[in-house]
């Protein structure tokens, strides 16, 4: 028989609630190991420290690495001037997909942190004033951690930073010494664990990966 049109119809199902960011980190990192830089979102301490120290007023571009779910991001946008352009970069397409939700307005690519001068040749830039790395560098093989790191160098401006977020305070001071002249440690003791955020200038000429100068 035809369903009867007067009879009560069932409710809708809700919506779907959607997967927590902790879950994401944590699902993914299971998944993809080392190449997630931690099983949960960056807390706001070490988020903040990541952010501080910048001369917004100055900056022209800004590059995010390694965005993940997007905290650093969240603190990034309530500082950059509207001058600025600040480029997410993420290579994740989930990821992708829950900063695009989030930051509506943010310019997230999807790509390869190796290919970082084409990406932003691709949207005309040819030079920034920060790199902001949430990518877990040690963890890399040395030849994608030597690429990414000379990636983020070609496009950096003379005076300009490349941040790097740990969870292992001071451990890994040598090797990005190796890569550049100057680099300072800010630790962050109210993040759990306690983490801190390396701040580097200068990349070396003869840094691991480093181009071979033209004869």
Wanted: proline share 13%; aromatic share 8%; glycine share 6%.
């Amino acid at each position: 028989m035809p369903p009867d049109p007067a009879a009560p119809q069932p409710a809708p199902a809700p919506p779907a609630k959607p997967e927590s960011d902790w879950w994401l980190m944590t699902r993914k990192f299971l998944k993809k190991g080392t190449s997630i830089a931690s099983f949960s979102p960056s807390q706001g301490p070490l988020c903040r420290a990541m952010a501080s120290h910048i001369d917004y007023d100055a900056a022209k571009c800004i590059v995010e690495l390694g965005a993940g779910t997007g905290p650093v991001t969240a603190e990034l946008l309530k500082r950059v001037k509207p001058h600025t352009r600040l480029i997410v970069c993420e290579l994740d397409p989930d990821f992708c997909v829950r900063l695009r939700q989030r930051f509506p307005t943010a310019e997230v690519v999807e790509g390869d942190a190796t290919k970082l001068a084409d990406l932003l040749a691709e949207r005309g830039i040819t030079a920034v004033d920060h790199v902001i790395s949430g990518l877990p560098l040690p963890s890399f093989p040395a030849e994608l951690r030597n690429a990414v790191i000379a990636a983020s160098a070609k496009v950096l401006t003379p005076n300009g930073t490349f941040r790097q977020l740990t969870n292992m305070p001071w451990v890994y001071m040598p090797l990005y010494k190796k890569y550049f002249a100057e680099v300072k440690f800010q630790f962050v003791p109210m993040n759990v664990p306690p983490s801190g955020v390396y701040t580097c200038r200068g990349y070396k000429p003869d840094a691991p990966g480093a181009p071979t100068p033209a004869a």
